[in-house]
């Protein structure tokens, strides 16, 4: 079945420290893999997508992510963290359902920014 | 352009009522999928849609109702409110070029007491 694995619950970093978090799926198929944001008591904004190409990808707001096939990996990094980037967040690997492609979550990588 | 919007923001229910969740998007979209999202779980798929009048069951159906009747709107009903049902509730919608593409509304923050 497919899953996706967030390792890490809480990750604390000094601003402007680098990040990483670690996102690992399950999927038969090439996957099509997102990071989403989500700000606290706010909806998920997309950061970032990978459907196929570059395995290295740009997103909004500095974020950067790898696709590495042979570790079923799509982690998330950023090089200097911001304040502002304190949030949760989430890796989703898109599967079929039926006619509709629907999305499986990770269980989110809260992030806290210390000053 | 609003995206997607969700109304109520809150809402407190008691054991046994029933409530309707709306949701609307005004991009055109053809796909529309309704998630609940609990504190260390994620976010699960409830009931989605690829287009008016046709819906189909995601990973936690039960206790939900859903219809489709209009390219805009994905009202989500809740017919016997459960304490089990207290969650924060997520509307998507997406476009054909990508049904993955997800855009999400701000959420419905539902408590059953």
């Known amino acids: 079945a497919q899953s996706v694995t967030q390792p890490d619950i809480h990750i604390t970093v000094s601003e402007g420290a680098s990040l990483e978090l670690r996102c690992n799926y399950s999927y038969g198929a090439t996957p099509y893999l997102f990071w989403y944001v989500q700000s606290p008591g706010q909806g998920l904004q997309l950061l970032l997508k990978?459907?196929?190409?570059?395995?290295l990808v740009q997103g909004i707001k500095g974020f950067e992510a790898e696709f590495k096939r042979s570790q079923s990996s799509f982690n998330l990094r950023k090089p200097s963290v911001h304040w502002s980037d304190a949030a949760e967040y989430f890796c989703?690997?898109?599967?079929?359902?039926?006619?509709?492609?629907?999305?499986?979550f990770g269980k989110g990588t809260k992030l806290s920014v210390k000053p | 352009n609003a995206g997607v919007t969700q109304t109520p923001k809150f809402q407190v229910l008691k054991t046994g009522q029933s409530m309707t969740l709306q949701c609307a998007q005004d991009?055109?979209?053809?796909?529309m999928s309704w998630y609940r999202q609990d504190p260390g779980m994620g976010l699960r798929l409830i009931h989605y849609s690829v287009g008016a009048g046709i819906t189909d069951q995601g990973e936690v159906p039960n206790g939900y109702n859903v219809s489709r009747s209009t390219t805009e709107d994905f009202p989500l009903r809740l017919l016997s409110a459960a304490p089990s049902q207290t969650s924060v509730y997520f509307c998507a919608s997406s476009g054909w070029e990508s049904s993955y593409e997800q855009y999400f509304g701000p959420g419905t923050r539902l408590t059953v007491t």
């Open positions: 990978y459907f196929s190409g570059d395995t």
């Open positions: 989703a690997v898109g599967v079929d359902s039926g006619s509709q492609g629907n999305l499986i």
């Open positions: 991009m055109n979209h053809e796909y």
